[in-house]
């Protein structure tokens, strides 16, 4: 037997109604205790460089190719984040996140004591680590470069006359015979592992800090550097 509910109709557009009204007062409430921190261009930076380190530290010993065309596409981002530090809104600015070693050492202090002054922007070891990953990557892309050029014979570095410009080979080899060619490329090789395994490090050490920010301040960083807003200072 089936029962006919005149009002059924009205209730459930009415239930709706209130549910559409909530859902907005919330996302409202949720804008007006949020601003903007991140630019857009920060964050597409920042999840490419993720992506392009992990598919050229995979690739390094199999595909040749994805590897090198990865290499150049985070000194490409390396250039534009340094330009972007001079140029950009100001939180990407690195007047906005360099700070003195004392500074950096007196936040570190602060958070081991679980009383860390919040930062809307990067906080002083939060700066210290984007400092340290961009020089170990930049580190990377150009021994690599090196390796490149030293191996293969092809890339930026091609051109240069090698011999004239790499004091560490010649440390190594007493005599230009043709296992110079050899021990410079090891040369070359072992500094471009150093830095990109280091790098990893510094990932591994960012990330951990990300977690420990998140916790302490009750905010979740990943999602900020998607979304691009923080909750505004109290």
């Known amino acids: 037997m089936s029962y006919y509910y005149p009002f059924k ?40 460089l993720v992506a392009a380190f992990t598919i050229a530290y995979v690739t390094e010993d199999e595909w040749q190719d994805i590897h090198v065309w990865a290499g150049y596409l985070i000194a490409g981002l390396l250039v534009f984040r340094l330009l972007w530090g001079f140029i950009g809104p100001k939180h990407a600015r690195f007047s ?24 809307l922007g990067h906080n002083p070891a939060g700066g210290a680590m984007v400092m340290a990953l961009l020089l170990s990557l930049a580190a990377t892309t150009l021994s690599g470069m090196q390796v490149y050029a030293v191996k293969e014979n092809a890339g930026p570095f091609a051109s240069v006359e ?32 150093f830095f990109a395994n280091f790098t990893l490090l510094l990932i591994v050490l960012h990330i951990s800090g990300v977690v420990i920010s998140s916790l302490a301040h009750n905010e979740n960083l990943p999602r900020a550097m998607v979304t691009g807003n ?5």
Do not use: Q
């Open 162 to 193: 090698l011999n004239n410009l790499s004091p560490i080979a010649r440390a190594y080899a007493d005599d230009e015979h043709e296992g110079e060619g050899h021990k410079e490329e090891g040369v070359w090789e072992d500094i471009h592992e």
């Open 9 to 48: 109709g009205f209730f459930s557009f009415g239930i709706y109604n209130i549910t559409i009204h909530f859902k907005s007062m919330v996302l409202t409430m949720s804008s007006e205790n949020e601003v903007r921190v991140w630019d857009p261009l920060v964050r597409l930076f920042h999840w490419v």
């Open 96 to 119: 906005d996140f360099v700070f003195s070693s004392a500074t950096i050492i007196a936040y570190l202090k602060n958070m081991l004591a679980l009383r860390a002054r919040r930062y």
């Open 230 to 234: 923080k909750r505004r200072e109290e």
